[in-house]
C-alpha cells in the first residue's frame, strides 16, 4: 500500500473542495449494481438512460426508466463475461461487415440506412454496438445450442400467404413520430392527441425523447425497412389516423399517417431472403432468451439501485 505525505493529502483535499459537487461526486461514484465480482457505477447507469431516451431526461423519467436499464447493463455484463468464458471476440472487422450485408439484403443506400437508424432511435455508433451484439449472440447460440433453428419451406410459404399484398410491391409510407420513455406518458399523450387537446407538431416538441428533426416527420420510408413492430402499428391506419403507443427498443412510440403508396414490385428472391429473416429473428430471439435467464440464474447479481 502506498503512502502519502501530509502535504499530499492536504494538497489532494484541497483539489476535491476547488471542484466543487459535480467533480466531487465524479471522484466518490456509488455502485449500482455487482455482477460476478464486477461493478456498475451510477455514472455508467446515467449515461445509458441518456442514450436510451436520446437526450438528458427529467428526474421522473430517469427514475422511472432506471430499473429496466440497469438490467439491460446487467445482462450486457453477463453476456460479455460468459463470450469471455468461452473465448469468444469480435473483430471491429466483422462488425464493418455484417453492417455491410445488413444494407445490402434491405437493398438500402446509405441515406436510407440512417433513416431506418433514426426509426429505432438509434446513432450509428449505438447500431454499431448493438451488432456487436448481435454477432456475440449468434457465436454463442452456435456454440451452445445443438439443436439448430430451422426456417421450414412450410413456414415460409404460410407467411408469404398471409403478407402477399405487402411483401409483392413495395409500400411506401410517409408518418410523424412521438417518442416516449414510459407507457403511462404515451397513454396520456395518445388520449391527448385522439381527444385534439393537442395536435401532433405540439406532442413532438413538449413530450418526444425520440427525433425531432422536422417534428418527428419521415417521408417515403420503404415498407420493409420497418420491423414488425412498426408495421403492426401502421398496418391498419388511414392516411390522418394516429396509431396506439406500440414499444420499439424498450420506447414507446405513437405515429400519424401522413401517406401511404404503392411502389414497384419487388423481386423474388429479395422477398423470399426477407421472409426467411423475419421468420428467423423470433426463433433467435426466444432461443436466446432461454439461454439468457440460465446464465442469469447462475450469476451473482446484487442490485443497490
Do not use: C
Not at 466518490?28 to 464486477?38: H, L, M, Y
Not at 414510459?182 to 401532433?200: C, F, H, N, P, Y
Not at 425497412?225 to 412498426?230: A, G, I, R, S, Y
Request: aromatic share 4%; hydrophobic share 40%; glycine share 6%.
Amino acid at each position: 500500500m502506498k503512502k502519502y505525505g501530509v502535504r499530499a493529502v492536504l494538497m489532494f483535499s484541497v483539489l476535491f473542495f476547488l471542484a466543487g459537487p459535480s467533480q466531487a461526486a465524479q471522484v466518490v461514484d456509488r455502485i449500482v449494481a455487482v455482477v460476478n465480482g464486477e461493478i456498475i457505477t451510477l455514472q455508467e447507469l446515467q449515461q445509458q438512460i441518456r442514450l436510451a431516451v436520446g437526450q438528458t431526461p427529467d428526474p421522473v423519467t430517469a427514475e422511472k426508466i432506471a430499473p429496466k436499464v440497469l438490467d439491460a447493463m446487467i445482462d450486457n455484463v453477463v453476456l460479455r463475461q460468459e463470450a469471455q468464458r468461452l473465448n469468444i471476440e469480435v473483430s471491429d472487422s466483422e462488425v464493418e461487415n455484417e453492417i455491410r450485408q445488413f444494407k445490402a439484403r434491405r437493398s438500402l443506400s446509405d441515406e436510407d440506412f440512417e433513416r431506418s437508424l433514426r426509426l429505432q432511435g438509434l446513432t450509428p455508433e449505438q447500431f454499431k454496438e448493438r451488432s456487436r451484439e448481435d454477432i456475440v449472440k449468434h457465436k454463442i447460440l452456435g456454440f451452445m445450442v445443438r439443436r439448430k433453428v430451422v426456417v421450414t419451406q412450410e413456414e415460409i410459404d404460410a407467411y408469404m400467404e398471409r403478407n402477399r399484398s405487402e411483401l409483392t410491391t413495395e409500400r411506401m409510407v410517409s408518418l410523424q413520430m412521438v417518442v416516449l420513455a414510459d407507457r403511462q406518458d404515451a397513454d396520456t399523450v395518445s388520449k391527448s392527441l385522439r381527444g385534439g387537446e393537442i395536435g401532433i407538431d405540439e406532442a413532438v416538441q413538449r413530450h418526444s425523447v425520440g427525433p425531432k428533426v422536422d417534428n418527428g416527420v419521415m417521408t417515403d420510408v420503404r415498407w420493409r425497412e420497418l420491423d414488425e413492430p412498426w408495421r403492426e402499428g401502421l398496418r391498419d391506419l388511414g392516411v390522418g389516423e394516429v396509431s396506439e403507443p406500440f414499444l420499439i427498443q424498450d420506447r414507446w412510440v405513437i405515429v400519424k399517417l401522413l401517406d401511404r403508396r404503392e411502389g414497384e414490385r419487388q423481386e423474388s428472391a429479395a422477398v423470399a431472403e426477407e421472409v426467411r429473416e423475419a421468420i428467423m429473428r423470433p426463433k433467435l430471439e426466444e432461443r436466446f432468451e432461454e439461454y439468457m435467464t440460465g446464465l442469469r440464474n447462475k450469476a451473482i447479481i446484487q442490485k443497490k439501485l
